[in-house]
Every structure is written in C-alpha cells, then in structure tokens.
C-alpha cells in the first residue's frame, strides 16, 4: 500500500514539474499580442503570463487541500482501529 502511494506521489510531482513548463504556452493570439506589447516596451506579457500561472495553480492547490484532509482521516481512522 505505502509503495503505491509513494509511486503516485512520485507521478503527480513529476506531472506537476512538467505541466508548469507547459503553463507558460499561451494561444497564438495572446501570444503575439504579448511579443507586440514587449517590443513596444509594455509588461503586459508578464501579467499575462502570471495571470495564466495563478489560473493553472488553483486546481492544484484544491486537489492537495482535498488529499491531505483525506490522509489525515485516513490516518485518524486507522490509529484508532489499531
């Protein structure tokens, strides 16, 4: 059981780490809007890009509140079956 839970621990950090590189793609729109706006000197594109990095992290944050509320009753549970 343990081993199981630290593969998938071990996946989901990995996918994490990996769909943070791909949190910086933007669509082609936005994209040229934010290369436009960095030519002419804007920092647009950095609130753009920040914007989408918050957006991508909520979920996440939600999921990990979720999962450690469920292991801590886990673990409640089985200290007080054993």
Same mark, same amino acid.
């Given at each position: 059981?343990?081993?199981?839970?630290?593969?998938?621990?071990?996946?989901?950090?990995?996918?994490?780490?990996?769909?943070?590189?791909?949190?910086?793609?933007?669509?082609?729109?936005?994209?040229?809007?934010?290369?436009?706006?960095?030519?002419?000197?804007?920092?647009? /594109?950095?609130?753009?890009?920040?914007?989408?990095?918050?957006?991508?992290?909520?979920?996440?944050?939600l999921? /990990?509140?979720?999962g450690?509320?469920?292991?801590?009753?886990?673990?409640?549970?089985?200290?007080?079956?054993?």
């Amino acid at each position: 059981m343990k081993r199981t839970l630290y593969k998938s621990a071990f996946l989901f950090t990995l996918l994490v780490l990996v769909a943070v590189v791909a949190a910086y793609a933007q669509c082609p729109m936005c994209k040229g809007i934010a290369e436009s706006s960095l030519k002419e000197g804007s920092n647009a /594109a950095a609130g753009l890009n920040a914007g989408i990095l918050m957006l991508f992290a909520a979920p996440y944050t939600l999921i /990990a509140i979720i999962g450690f509320r469920w292991y801590k009753l886990k673990k409640r549970e089985a200290a007080s079956q054993g």
